[in-house]
């Protein structure tokens, strides 16, 4: 019998299950919800390239098909060479792949009406051309250089058929490149309407952690040494750069933002650089015995590094980063006061150089003006939900200029022409059916990795993506694509391809493998002229893509240039002459020292291996480049005032620094060295009066004095470097 | 009306090219202004889904372009 009591016993036991449940419910879902939220950013990204991938092969598909076009597998190989994550890039890529395309079909008449009736003077001129494309690709940047690759590639693909049947050249032009136009608009068509994927967040995202790292470092110093921030600061200016040049098409803001980009980027550079200077001179002050310069200029440093964060953290929301920019204001007002307070209480100490204080105080106060110009184009871009953008008149956009050196470029050259000429003679001395395709992917490949690092690792990469493709296509050839009788089908067959190439490239580790299967497989699957399976071409096909990797392998392991330790000795000699230019060229400016410099150290690919010696004896190359490149800027840019007498004295100082750079030794050093005590002795003993102002004089002497400490300083590492450095 | 002297096709350089196709080059770079203008005034950010706009716009002239030839 059960009693009223035992009743309410039980419902009450009954509710307090209820409500343990539902609160178990509720934990459930709110992990559900976060798991989602963390599949939506993660995962749903990657998948729903995956399907635009995807449908943009399928689309070409049915076009080419549906307007009958002779090798519908040209459109789809245009997908795969086009389709990017970023639907910017997309269109970018597709605009200068259309300008490639038309360039290479065009020379393809030519040289086919040219020298259709014979064959060397024919190749000849080809290798030329491979030859102007691959260095094309290599002196420009981003996804111009892809042009380049595509002019070349479309000489294979038009030009090389052509020659067999030169009265078809102009229908084999026009209908390559109406497959190449509707790979490029299904592409395009795809990526920007279905689930399009922006450039401006991801411009925001390089913005805002240079940012964040940079007050890190100036709030906390850097413990681990200096060359790692610094190369990694490399990397993302030069990758912010990337993305801003592919903003030309993008429907959203960052068109519109492309100056203030650029022009954050270019502060960006000048404010790095002053800080890597003026560390290095504490550094250098450290390493005395008595250290009491050091120690006056950190004090002077340290309301800087206090200004750049707030509670330990770098700044964030708008509100902070206005704070920052009063705290750095405030600084700049009060910096002259605290160092004539320095330099007071430096005066009790007679062993004291004093000089030296007051060249990092100018140092320093480069460094609050430069951070204040970085903070105001930061705060523009990133304070605001709605950034404001710089009025184009305001900034006129200095490009990042580049560094062109000739010799990398011409050995590219060569190798291409050479890639090329081998390839030609094999096809032509054993009469070899598949000769075509082995020219195509030879000159691929030797245009597309020039501008490579480490072109062996880039190569076995691509490789092993080839190997899988030429597997992938005998599945697809033999057992798949002879049972496809309708478009459905097709694209069951090609889907499995399609998405492991996209499923690969996608990942930045195995981008390479992803693009040699997709070129592999689209280059040989069996539906252009004839559905189905051809065994012997299959086979002299394969052997033609692996002829084509072995010897466009053993040509970049021949030259490969930036591995050599030449290479390396090559890059400190023009570094020194990059200085002697800003001694001696009145059309010098310091951006574009910065730049040059820069861009000659990112080209030699050092900074992609930030943790080889090597590359840390580079950065240190760089570091002391800009050092003294900067201050023989500056000390022309005091010279610019002065009347003749001093006006010569700084020039006779040029000279012999651009000498001491031009052939580094212990006898020009020394003279150099002579001649700035000389000098500095003349203007502290104060006989300059009639010749000089006396504030003129006081520039003077800190940038001179900045000058010998760097020379001075070279004293150890110099002899070191000049024995692989000179004789080249 | 236009089509009525506009040609279907003609001859350039020898080479029969589709006046259709010179429709497309037109509208191609009559957006390729439209598109700079619109993201310089800052419409792209009164719009929902700007790509959408973007390339309706461009079949939509081009349509004009093709109807004038037909």
């Known amino acids: 019998m059960l009693n009223t009591q035992q009743i309410n016993r039980g419902i009450q036991r009954l509710l307090a299950g209820l409500t343990a449940l539902e609160q178990g419910v509720r934990m459930a879902a709110v992990c559900l ?35 009958e076009m002779d090798q519908p597998a040209t459109a789809l190989l245009t997908v795969v060479i086009v389709m990017h994550f970023r639907s910017g890039m997309v269109i970018t890529k597709s605009y200068y792949r259309l300008i490639g395309t038309v360039i290479g079909i065009l020379f393809s008449m030519l040289l086919v009406a040219w020298f259709a009736q014979d064959r060397f003077p024919f190749f000849i001129a080809a290798a030329l051309w491979i030859g102007m494309c691959t260095a094309g690709s290599l002196v420009y940047r981003n996804f111009q250089s892809y042009g380049f690759v595509l002019a070349g590639y479309t000489l294979c693909i038009v030009g090389l058929p052509a020659t067999l049947t030169p009265w078809h050249t102009f229908q084999i032009a026009s209908t390559r490149m109406s497959e190449i136009g509707v790979g490029l608009l299904s592409a ?16 925001q995202a390089v913005v805002r952690s240079k940012f964040r790292d940079f007050s890190v470092l100036l709030g906390t110093g850097a413990p681990a040494g200096l060359n ?36 954050l980027n270019v502060q960006f550079m000048a404010v790095s650089t002053t800080y890597v200077v003026l560390q290095r001179l ?3 002050l450290q390493t005395r015995v008595a250290s009491k310069e050091a120690d006056a200029l950190q004090v002077l440093m340290q309301p800087l590094s206090a200004a750049v964060l707030i509670d330990g953290q770098p700044a964030s929301h708008a509100e902070a980063i206005t704070r920052v920019q009063q705290a750095v204001a405030a600084f700049q007002h009060d910096f002259d006061a605290h160092l004539a307070v320095q330099l007071q209480h430096l005066m009790m100490h007679p062993e004291v150089n004093q000089l030296e204080v007051e060249t990092g105080g100018e140092l320093l106060s480069r460094l609050a003006k430069e951070l204040t110009a970085y903070l ?29 050196d000739w010799l990398p470029v011409s050995i590219a050259a060569t190798r291409g022409a050479l890639t090329l000429l081998i390839l030609a003679a094999i096809w032509m001395t054993i009469d070899w059916p598949s000769g075509i395709l082995a020219m195509t992917l030879g000159v691929i490949t030797s245009t597309l990795f020039a501008a490579s690092p480490a072109p062996m690792a880039t190569i076995r990469q691509f490789s092993v993506g080839v190997l899988l493709g030429i597997v992938l296509v005998y599945i697809s050839n033999v057992f798949w694509l002879t049972a496809a009788h309708d478009y459905v089908m097709l694209c069951i067959v090609i889907t499995p391809a399609v998405l492991l190439t996209a499923w690969l490239s996608a990942r930045p580790a195995t981008t390479l493998v992803g693009a040699g299967l997709g070129i592999a497989y689209f280059l040989m699957v069996g539906f252009n002229q004839a559905l189905g399976d051809n065994p012997v071409k299959y086979f002299n096909d394969s052997i033609a893509l692996m002829v084509a990797l072995v010897v466009s392998g053993i040509m970049f392991s021949l030259t490969d240039y ?61 570091c002391a480049a800009l050092e003294v490149g900067h201050a023989v800027l500056a000390l022309r840019a005091v010279a610019r005032g002065l009347s003749a007498q001093p006006y010569q004295l700084v020039q006779r100082t040029l000279t012999l620094v651009a000498s001491y750079y031009k052939q580094p030794g212990l006898a020009q050093q020394q003279a150099v060295l002579q001649w700035l005590d000389h000098f500095l002795a003349w203007l502290q003993g104060g006989e300059y009066a009639d010749a000089l102002l006396s504030s003129q004089a006081r520039k003077l002497t800190t940038q001179l004095h900045f000058i010998r400490l760097v020379i001075a300083a070279e004293l150890l590492q110099d002899l070191a470097s000049t024995s692989t450095g000179a004789d080249t | 009306m236009m089509h009525e002297w506009i040609p ?24 390729w202004l439209i598109d700079k203008a619109l993201a310089a005034w800052g419409i792209y950010d009164l719009v929902w889904y700007p790509a959408l706009l973007r390339v309706s716009l461009f079949f939509g002239l081009f349509s004009v372009f093709g109807l004038m030839v037909y």
């Open chain 1, 188 to 203: 395009t068509l795809v990526s920007e309407l279905v689930l399009p994927q922006r450039l401006w967040e991801n411009i």
């Open chain 1, 228 to 263: 790692q921030p610094f190369l990694k600061f490399m990397q993302d200016i030069y990758q912010l750069e990337a993305f801003r040049s592919s903003a030309q098409f993008e429907t959203d803001d960052a068109r519109v933002h492309s100056a203030t980009i650029n022009r």
């Open chain 1, 376 to 404: 105001e184009t930061y705060a523009l871009l990133v304070a605001q939900p709605r950034a404001r953008k710089v009025a184009s008149r305001e900034f006129t956009a200095e490009q990042l200029h580049m560094h062109i």
């Open chain 2, 8 to 31: 279907r096709e003609f001859a350039f350089l020898d080479a029969h090219v589709p006046t259709l196709f010179v429709a497309f080059l037109l509208a191609a770079a009559a957006i």
């Open chain 1, 562 to 622: 930036a591995a050599s330790p030449w290479a390396k000795a090559r890059v400190f000699t023009q570094l020194r002459k990059l200085v002697v230019d800003a001694c001696l060229h009145t059309s010098m400016t310091a951006p574009l020292f910065e730049m040059r410099t820069r861009d000659l150290i990112q080209r030699s690919g050092s900074v992609h291996r930030p943790q080889e010696a090597e590359s840390v004896r580079v950065v240190e190359a760089l």
């Open chain 1, 282 to 284: 504490i550094q250098r």
């Open chain 1, 33 to 67: 919800q976060q798991a989602a939220a963390d599949w939506y950013r993660q995962d749903f990204p990657l998948i729903g390239y995956l399907f635009k991938y995807l449908l943009a092969a399928f689309l070409a598909l049915w076009v080419a098909l549906k307007m």
